[in-house]
């Protein structure tokens, strides 16, 4: 197995993921069918991929959702029975949001300020340059901001016309 980067932020995060398979002469071994699994969590891109003349077989992999930090493991059998195993590091994110203010009139223009604080969840450390996707169902968000030196992304929300409340993801 090959990772194309150690260790993955939980929430979406992504690798490639390769196997290569060999032939008993350690020559490329084309067109055979690597079955792949995330037992422990996350997603592939595909389950079955085929060796290419390389002997190369990868999919994406998709790091889950955690606060806690896991190793999880990733297998491949390849059609003559090969098997191989493999653990990527997950690091758990803890994400906070909050508004200010957090009341705003009905009226179409009010303001309020949302901010997402992303830290490592183990090593209590900001998580700085990444992308945050907003939405919420009332009034207008806008759709992403990234993150700080602080870990903090910051974006402006509008309050409907209706009174009610509004969930911000």
Known sequence: FRFCNGALYATLDTTIVTATLVD????????VVVTFDAPDGG????IEVVTDDDGKASVIFISPATNDDEELRLTALAGGGAAAQATLEVIGLTVD?????????ANGRATSVITASITETTRHTPLSERIVRFSADRGRI???????SAGLARIVFTAPNEPGNASIE
């Open 24 to 31: 008993g002469a350690r020559n490329p071994a084309p067109d």
């Open 142 to 148: 806008g759709a992403e901001a990234e993150t700080d």
């Open 97 to 105: 949001l909050s508004a200010n203010p957090d009341r705003l009139p």
């Open 43 to 46: 997603e592939l891109s595909d």
